[in-house]
């Protein structure tokens, strides 16, 4: 069973920084795709960004520029790099990563169980 673990969550004031990881662990042949997506109070759950195995990567327009994510395929880690934090940023973030648990067949969907993040003005 694959498992997905979010870390580096908090509480900090606008302008600051965090760091999210997440850690993929359990039997897996090897990682597609990871995702950071967050979800606010009473809204749907946004894509932030996503990372293809090879390095390439896609941001929400909100935080182009100020958010940074990279992953570490030795370490099946995934990391988001979060700078000049907004209020407006404040939000779980749930980690998800396309996963080939075997060589054959398609990647499966797995999801972290999301790390609270609060940006105070």
């Known amino acids: 069973q694959v498992r997905l673990v979010e870390s580096g969550g908090g509480l900090v004031q606008a302008g600051g920084s965090l760091r999210l990881s997440c850690a993929a662990s359990?039997?897996?042949?090897?990682?597609?795709?990871m995702g950071w997506y967050r979800q606010a109070p009473g809204k749907q759950r946004e894509l932030v960004a996503r990372i293809r195995s090879g390095g390439s990567a896609v941001y929400a327009d909100s935080v182009q520029g100020r958010f940074t994510i990279s992953r570490d395929n030795a370490k099946n880690t995934g990391y988001l790099q979060m700078n000049s934090l907004k209020p407006e940023d404040t939000a779980v973030y749930y980690c998800?990563?396309?996963?080939?648990?075997?060589?054959?067949?398609?990647?499966?969907?797995?999801w972290g169980q999301g790390t609270q993040v609060t940006v105070s003005s």
């Open positions: 359990g039997s897996m042949f090897a990682i597609n795709a």
């Open positions: 998800n990563a396309g996963v080939f648990v075997t060589s054959y067949g398609p990647a499966s969907d797995y």
